[in-house]
T-cell receptor, first 113, second 114 residues
């Protein structure tokens, strides 16, 4: 995936548990994004970060949390407050402020059991 | 706020037939346009992008798209599809006010039949 790694690829969580999804990049890109994808619904923005130690809520941030302590890493925690967490989660990166488009990770499929 | 509309949620087509996937956007300022493809259980891959210049943009896998400013459209075309083109396709847009952020359409599932 061109220097962006999401792990794990599949994740199972029991109801009431928090779980953290990993997104790591080695391309020295500034901006990182988390999207949620449900069947037939396209991409919905959860959180994004333009620089280290700063992040912004997207359209569906409730029940999620993030951190950006290092440029290379932008982990997403799905908390027990997220009522319907089963989905496919995608991380994306881009650099600078120009229209360079995104590079996506391969995704993590989270299933609540 | 920008919006991107992909007019067809599903497009069934026979192998070797031509296909057009439609995309319209709402922004009236200068825009940058992208098409991505997603195969099952994978991330999105960039197919092509329009930043400036020629309105006909060629991408990977034989796809091309035409930017039409007056109609605010960026339709994706391929003259002859293969079974392997079966995937979800997403149109995305950014403008000068958005910095590096993209707004995505809802996606179109292309289903190529033998």
């Amino acid at each position: 995936d061109g220097g962006i790694t999401q792990s794990p690829k599949y994740l199972f969580r029991k109801e009431g548990q928090n779980v953290t999804l990993s997104c790591e990049q080695n391309l020295n890109h500034d901006a990182m994004y988390w999207y949620r994808q449900d069947p037939g619904q396209g991409l919905r923005l959860i959180y994004y970060s333009q620089i280290v130690n700063d992040f912004q809520k997207g359209d569906i941030a409730e029940g999620y949390s993030v951190s950006r302590e290092k440029k290379e890493s932008f982990p997403l925690t799905v908390t027990s407050a997220q009522k319907n967490p089963t989905a496919f989660y995608l991380c994306a990166i881009t650099w600078g402020q120009g229209p360079f488009g995104y590079t996506f990770g391969s995704g993590t499929r989270l299933t609540v059991v | 706020a920008q919006s991107v509309t992909q007019l067809d949620s599903q497009v069934p087509v026979f192998e070797e037939a031509p296909v057009e996937l439609r995309c319209n956007y709402s922004s009236s300022v200068s825009v940058y346009l992208f098409w991505y493809v997603q195969y099952p259980n994978q991330g999105l891959q960039l197919l092509l992008k329009y930043l400036s210049g020629s309105t006909l943009v060629k991408g990977i896998n034989g796809f091309e798209a035409e930017f039409n400013k007056s109609q605010t459209s960026f339709h994706l075309r391929k003259p002859s599809v293969h079974i392997s083109d079966t995937a979800e396709y997403f149109c995305a847009v950014s403008d000068l006010n958005a910095g590096n952020m993209l707004t995505f359409g809802g996606g179109t599932r292309l289903m190529v039949k033998p």
